[in-house]
């Protein structure tokens, strides 16, 4: 299994109020997801990193920031939260984005709570 | 831009039955193709891949083909057991079209009774 962590696990919180969810991995990939899982869409990409300090947006970035300090973290922060936010998280690594090593590899998941 | 579709769920099978899960894809390049599984309250596992056409991916008794004369990539496995039973994702992943993310389909439910 990668090595790939993520805290909290489980968060309630209320609407508002601003969340910062991390993801922890010991594998030294360079890139990083965020993403997110609602039933009915699947997942869909949030924001990623391709390297310390270097992240851009996803498919639905918007009311959500990131930042990565160290190659081994990557922090999501939803600076306002809202119930629409409700859902699980999964972050992402893989080694490469070439062909035959862009394989992503996720971490278990945050399920969050907004009321 | 790049889709994913996969059957619509759930799919209830009895064990030792056989399993097929269509996925077809668009995608604007020369794709590489994943089924990713998901144990209830666990995350994605990657199950298997393929990278070029003709490309058969297997593990697990499970196998998909990369038939790009018909843009799918549908998972089999010939007999399925009680702890088959979770949620599986077909992706894309375009990394040639400049896109970092891999494209999802909505999850195909497998549900395999005794």
């Known amino acids: 299994d990668a090595g790939i962590t993520q805290s909290p696990r489980h968060k309630v919180t209320e609407t508002g109020t601003p969340v910062t969810l991390r993801c922890h991995q010991t594998e030294n990939h360079r890139y990083m997801y965020w993403y997110r899982q609602d039933p009915g869409h699947g997942l869909r990409l949030i924001h990623y990193?391709?390297?310390?300090?270097?992240?851009d947006k996803g498919e639905v970035s918007d009311g959500y920031s990131v930042s990565r300090s160290k190659t081994e973290d990557f922090l999501l922060t939803l600076e306002s939260a809202t119930s629409s936010q409700t859902s699980v998280y999964f972050c992402a690594i893989s080694f490469s984005r070439d062909r035959g090593q862009e394989t992503q590899y996720f971490g278990p998941g945050t399920r969050l709570l907004v009321l | 831009g790049n889709s994913v579709t996969q059957m619509e769920g759930p799919v209830t099978l009895s064990e030792e039955a056989f399993l097929t899960i269509n996925c077809t894809y668009t995608a604007t390049g020369y794709p590489s193709l994943f089924w990713y599984v998901q144990y209830p309250g666990e995350g994605l596992q990657l199950l298997l891949k393929?990278?070029?056409?003709?490309d058969k991916g297997s593990n697990k008794g499970f196998e998909a083909t990369y038939r790009k004369e018909t843009t799918s990539f549908h998972l089999e496995k010939g007999s399925v057991q009680v702890s088959d039973s979770a949620v599986y994702f077909c992706?894309?992943?375009?990394?040639?079209?400049?896109?970092?993310?891999?494209?999802f389909g909505k999850g195909t439910k497998l549900s395999v009774i005794p």
């Open positions: 992706a894309l992943g375009d990394s040639g079209a400049g896109s970092y993310q891999l494209t």
């Open positions: 990193s391709y390297g310390v300090k270097d992240t």
């Open positions: 393929a990278t070029k056409a003709d």
